[in-house]
């Protein structure tokens, strides 16, 4: 089992930035790739971005070259750097990890901390 805690969000006003953290614990052996996702009510979740544990990083089109996703190896940590950040941005954040090299079907979910950008 691992379990997942994210931290960070909150509110903000467009153009304003927000940095998302989430600590994973429990069965490291587990704790592969790791990402942030993102759902808004009546939506599916949606891939925001995701990174190996190498380092290779993947994002959604909607948000390169605004957010930025890292990883401490180390510490078991994700994080997600959220830049020029717009309305369309708010949603539920939920971190995920993954046993595979990518992000793949069968992992862990953290519990959603809620983004909301004002306009």
């Known amino acids: 089992q691992v379990q997942l805690v994210e931290s960070g969000g909150g509110l903000v006003q467009a153009g304003g930035s927000l940095t998302l953290s989430c600590a994973a614990s429990?069965?490291?052996?587990?704790?592969?790739?790791m990402g942030w996702y993102r759902q808004t009510p009546g939506k599916q979740r949606e891939l925001v971005a995701g990174?190996?544990?190498?380092?290779?990083?993947n994002y959604a089109d909607s948000v390169k070259g605004r957010f930025t996703i890292s990883r401490d190896n180390a510490k078991n940590m994700v994080y997600l750097q959220m830049n020029s950040l717009k309305p369309e941005d708010t949603a539920v954040y939920y971190c995920?990890?993954?046993?595979?090299?990518?992000?793949?079907?069968?992992?862990?979910w953290g519990q959603g901390t809620q983004v909301t950008v004002s306009s």
């Open positions: 990174i190996t544990r190498g380092g290779t990083t």
């Open positions: 429990g069965n490291i052996f587990s704790i592969n790739a």
């Open positions: 995920r990890t993954t046993p595979t090299y990518v992000l793949g079907s069968s992992g862990y």
